[in-house]
């Protein structure tokens, strides 16, 4: 169970004006704005929702990612996840989550895949047979077995997802953060993983929630979708729903760029 | 503890895919070694007794610094760690039920104690089948050689709390290649790794031995040679436990901060 009430969150920017007076000028006084990444944020997500998170780029739903999983100090507002606060009991906190973050990696770059795992199954404290058990399961699902024993850096994208999205399932977390998961890869690296989302959802009955900018992954795994623009929630409803307000035939891209323009965002 | 034995180990298999560097390092320093030694028997051929310690003794100092350089350089950070600070990676390490400070802390550990493992067994050899005044003597009793073990562990515990102070640093500024090249050669001459410290002109000695750099070489390579006796050498591992304590107590606390205060940024 989440529920996020009132939820803020600014950043400080600092801008100047292009060339060498702008740049001299800056030594001595910089512009200073703060941009609001979040602006009251409130919603709730039941154990096992598979909740898609839409809007354009920086409408703050990495923010938002960052803050559920306890990277992000909010300025205020509250957030509780199975009743904890996530950026005050992080340790506990963070052992009920699994993160992927589509453009960044988990694992260790030169050495084989499986070292990166078990170095997660110490920090995790994973008995040993749980371990085995969970890594046998990723791996017939996942299509592992030949990745194990190489080094990350010598893997397709595809295939580095594969193993990131096992990576952070191997403590078997209640919920998973995914952002961005299928960006740049190809269509079967995107149907392998989507397949994959949606067993582990209705099998393991694991809250999920995505970010993307893929319209197909939304079709495919959500039922629920929260839009963000600008920091705030625009939208909260079911997929369905919102489909059906659109005449026949659209596809889910155009009820995308529709509805961005209906909220100008 | 299991986490943080984890990390160690993978920091040590890490460095061991690096073999070509290994064996660099190792002619690197088993040669540099060499001419420093032959650079001092010239200077002491002219007047021993104007110098501060004896001729072994500096031989001595010139081997263990040699031997065990990978450890002890301060400048030498985890490049990975400094990345992730910069681009945001540092979520990842983050989202783990650990202590991060710990967890920084062992994988400099491994990366450190793995390239000297690599490193220094070669130079060890050179240096003890050396002869006399050129070589690496034992050192004159059991109480010295303890007092050096003791030494060396602070020592090693002591750098990597320095260096895991560059990595904090970078929290609050995102280049930090600047204060590394500042701190990190001043922090090598005051370690007495260019020059050791008993040559130094008195006054600036008293000063670089209250310091916690001279803590991390001069001290326990110092000790092994029997430099310092009785009250002179729980002096200096009272010292060096000192700097131990705060180096690591306020490095844990600021970083506590840092990460309640960090923006990751990007995507």
């Known amino acids: ?21 702008a740049a001299f000028k800056g030594l001595f006084h910089r512009e200073q704005t703060r941009v609001e990444a979040l602006k009251d944020l409130s919603f709730s997500i039941q154990d096992g929702e598979i909740v898609g998170l839409i809007g354009p780029n920086g409408a703050g739903k990495s923010t938002t990612i960052k803050v559920l999983s306890g990277i992000l100090v909010p300025d205020s507002g509250e957030c509780k996840i199975n009743g904890r606060v996530p950026w005050k009991e992080r340790k506990a906190h963070v052992r009920d989550i699994g993160v992927v973050f589509g453009q960044r990696s988990q694992l260790w770059w030169d050495v084989p895949i499986i070292d990166s795992f078990d170095l997660l199954k110490e920090i995790y404290k994973i008995p040993e047979e749980r371990y085995q058990a969970t890594l046998h399961e990723l791996t017939e699902t996942l299509e592992l077995e030949d990745l194990l024993r190489t080094p990350a850096r010598q893997l397709s994208l595809g295939q580095r997802m594969r193993c990131e999205i096992a990576a952070s399932l191997l403590h078997e977390p209640k919920i998973l953060f995914l952002d961005e998961p299928t960006i740049g890869l190809d269509a079967v690296s995107k149907l392998a993983v989507r397949d994959f989302i949606k067993k582990l959802n209705e099998e393991k009955n694991t809250t999920i929630i995505l970010t993307t900018h893929d319209t197909q992954d939304l079709m495919a795994l959500t039922k629920r979708i929260l839009l963000i623009g600008k920091g705030e929630i625009l939208l909260d409803g079911s997929l369905e729903a919102l489909i059906d307000r659109y005449p026949e035939g659209i596809t889910a891209e155009e009820m995308v760029v529709a509805l961005y323009k209906e909220y100008k965002i | ?3 943080a034995l984890g990390m160690l180990r993978m920091r040590f298999i890490y460095s061991l895919q690096y073999r070509a560097a290994a064996w660099a390092g190792v002619m690197t320093q088993v040669f540099w070694g060499f001419m420093e030694t032959l650079l001092y028997k010239a200077f002491y051929a002219s007047n021993a007794a104007a110098f501060p310690m004896t001729l072994p003794q500096v031989t001595c100092y010139i081997w263990l610094r040699q031997a065990f350089f990978a450890m002890f350089i301060l400048w030498s950070v985890d490049g990975d760690i400094l990345d992730m600070i910069i681009n945001g990676n540092v979520g990842y390490e983050i989202i783990r039920p650990t202590d991060l400070y710990w967890m920084w802390f062992t994988r400099n550990l491994g990366s450190r104690l793995s390239k000297v493992a690599l490193r220094c067994g070669p130079v060890f050899l050179v240096a003890f ?31 990597i ?12 500024t995102i280049a930090s290649r600047g204060v590394q090249s500042i701190v990190g050669l001043t922090a090598e001459f005051l370690s007495g790794s260019l020059l050791p410290i008993p040559f130094m002109p008195e006054g600036f000695q008293k000063v670089a031995y ?49 990460l309640l205060k960090v923006t990751v940024q990007g995507g």
């Open chain 1, 1 to 21: 169970m989440i529920e996020v009430s009132h939820l803020n969150k600014s950043f400080k920017v600092y801008r100047r004006d292009a060339g060498m007076k």
């Open chain 2, 1 to 3: 503890m299991r986490a």
């Open chain 2, 129 to 159: 089948l050396l002869p006399a005044p050129f070589g690496l003597s034992l050192p004159p009793n059991w109480v010295t050689f303890f007092a050096f073990l003791l030494s060396f562990v602070m020592a090693v515990l002591l750098i």
């Open chain 2, 161 to 172: 709390g320095l260096c895991m102070w560059i990595y904090i640093l970078s929290f609050y």
């Open chain 2, 210 to 258: 209250l310091l916690p750099f001279a803590q991390t070489q001069a001290v326990p390579y110092l000790m092994y040679s029997g430099y310092y006796s009785g009250r002179e050498m729980v002096m200096n591992l009272g010292v060096q436990l000192f700097w131990l304590i705060v180096v690591i107590g306020s490095g844990h606390a600021v970083m506590k901060r840092a």
